[in-house]
């Protein structure tokens, strides 16, 4: 008699066998008579589970894995390929019997456990497998990814290479979509700001964010914390509408667009985003590109051109070289801070300039920014991108700064994360 598990198995092969069930296949890989490592197996399982067909993921190599994982992968996937072209008359038992051949399974025979007396016998020692590099396989980057990557290299592998965890979000960021949908409406309706219709456009505003946040009103744990948040985006609206009308009173401008994609290409990789709203100035017809943001941020222009300078923040200078290749005159980056209710709209705002200039350190909000500095973050995404798809890493360290770990969906899983300031003392 077959055992169950051995049992189990061929049946799973016969349901493929016949109809070509992705579940069937998913317990089949998963059984030890797969030859598949068992945390190799349930990776692919998981992510059949949200992206398709598993002989697809496993034939475009979807996950990394080392030589002999990949071995058997690739056999296993040719022997479902060899069960699925069995001819349609066949029947279970002459399917399951295929399986057992193709697999190599023999017969179970019942035995008597062997009667232990008390010694030991060491295995020998297993040698380690060499170390196999990885790479990405998809060529298109954001700003995003080349961030997450600068950050925390080990965030970048769990996030973009393994889709480790599906980060469902957090009301910080259904806060930040909402307020942004608002905004983009505002917009739309009035891309010309003008001092004599701020009530109007305040009113609207208040009306989008509550019609944004309704949209939204799944996605918050309780109603209570959905109305706390809809409340915090229409006190920051009245000072976001103040600050509007300030700026179209000092300099007349037109909004030309929001949610514009920004697309570029540099030495064979594909850059892509989207540019939260883009400003032309009514008498010089230079573009600002302004990136709204409701989490923390630099505090000051000099910070912010530091992390530029420094290569820890690509965002803002991939939209002006996406915009530059477009034909803009770009004059200007802006971060629009949206997070505190309590304080005044003052925008982290740097004026590009063509020759070099020496950063200010100063805390205002206002500065400037060379072009030959944002010729080097361009350079640096460069060489991001060539590290990435070179396949010359074989590991992924983590950060050093606590800080990235705060929101981290990979947190609880990585053994070597920094120790919290608080905590280094103790250990």
Not at 88 to 117: K, N, V
Not at 376 to 384: F, L, S, Y
């Amino acid at each position: 008699m077959h055992s169950a598990e051995h049992r189990a198995f061929l049946t799973s092969a016969a349901a493929w066998s016949r109809s070509g069930d992705e579940r069937s296949a998913g317990r089949m890989l998963r059984s030890p008579f797969s030859g598949v490592p068992n945390d190799v197996a349930a990776a692919y399982t998981a992510l059949a589970a949200r992206e398709g067909s598993l002989l697809e993921l496993i034939e475009r190599e979807r996950l990394a894995a080392g030589a002999a994982s990949r071995d058997t992968l690739i056999a296993f996937r040719a022997a479902l390929r060899d069960l699925a072209n069995l001819p349609a008359s066949a029947g279970d038992e002459e399917r399951m019997q295929a399986a057992a051949q193709r697999f190599a399974l023999s017969e179970p025979q019942a035995h008597e456990p062997a009667a232990f007396d008390g010694a030991f016998q060491l295995c020998a020692p297993a040698s380690a497998e060499a170390s196999v590099g990885v790479r990405t396989h998809n060529p298109r980057f954001s700003a995003s990814q080349l961030n997450t990557y600068v950050e925390c290299a080990r965030k970048w592998y769990y996030r973009y290479l393994c889709a480790a965890v599906e980060d469902k979000g957090s009301s910080a960021s259904y806060y930040g979509t909402a307020f942004h949908n608002a905004l983009e409406d505002l917009h739309k309706e009035f891309p010309q700001p003008s001092p004599d219709r701020s009530e109007e456009m305040d009113r609207k505003l208040q009306g989008y964010i509550n019609a944004s946040f309704d949209s939204f009103r799944q996605k918050f744990d309780t109603p209570v914390e959905l109305e706390l948040q809809r409340r915090r985006a229409r006190r920051t609206a009245h000072k976001y509408v103040d600050w509007l009308v300030a700026e179209a009173r000092r300099a007349p401008f037109t909004v030309v667009g929001c949610e514009l994609p920004a697309e570029l290409q540099l030495e064979g990789f594909d850059f892509i985003g989207y540019i939260d709203r883009l400003d032309r100035d009514d008498r010089t017809g230079a573009v600002a590109v302004i990136d709204y943001k409701t989490g923390s941020i630099a505090a000051s222009a000099a910070e912010y051109r530091e992390k530029v300078r420094l290569f820890k923040d690509f965002q803002l200078p991939f939209y002006y070289w996406a915009r530059t290749e477009q034909g803009d005159r770009v004059s200007r980056l802006a971060l629009i801070p949206l997070k505190d209710a309590l304080l005044e709209v003052k925008p982290i705002s740097l004026e590009v300039v063509p020759v070099p200039a020496s950063a200010n350190r100063s805390n205002s909000t206002t500065g400037v920014i060379p072009i030959a500095e944002l010729e080097r973050a361009k350079a640096r995404m460069i060489e991001v991108c060539r590290e990435l798809t070179s396949g010359e890493r074989s590991s992924f360290d983590v950060s050093e700064d606590p800080a990235a770990c705060t929101y981290c969906a990979y947190s609880a899983a990585c053994a070597n994360k920094p120790y919290p300031e608080e905590d280094r003392f103790g250990r």
